[in-house]
């Protein structure tokens, strides 16, 4: 079984900054892919940025610049670094990873998610 543990959401003011951290545990052979998702009140779920095992990095438009995703591979933990945050950041932020589990199952997995909360 594999896990997902997030952590640093919280309220910040516009123009502030968070750091996120998620790392998976359980019965892991391998992470490929890890990222991170948002998801605001009413609204689908969306990327916001990944990091793949190699460290290419992707991130939405809209976070470009501000936001910076990265990853410890000795830990098994990645990062997203939030600055000049805006209250349309505002959202539940989800963890997210490509796993090859010791049984050699591949899946991808989620965590249970972190509020951010911007104030103007």
């Known amino acids: 079984q594999v896990q997902l543990v997030e952590s640093g959401g919280g309220l910040v003011q516009a123009g502030g900054s968070l750091r996120l951290s998620c790392a998976p545990s359980g019965s892991i052979f391998r992470i490929h892919t890890m990222g991170w998702y948002r998801q605001a009140p009413g609204e689908q779920r969306d990327l916001v940025a990944v990091?793949?095992?190699?460290?290419?990095?992707n991130y939405a438009d809209s976070v470009k610049g501000r936001f910076t995703i990265s990853r410890d591979n000795a830990k098994n933990t990645v990062y997203l670094q939030m600055n000049s945050l805006k209250p349309e950041d505002t959202a539940v932020y989800y963890c997210?990873?490509?796993?090859?589990?010791?049984?050699?199952?591949?899946?991808?997995?989620w965590g249970q998610g972190t509020q951010v909360t911007v104030s103007s």
């Open positions: 990091i793949t095992s190699s460290g290419s990095t």
């Open positions: 997210n990873a490509d796993i090859t589990t010791r049984y050699i199952t591949r899946g991808d997995y």
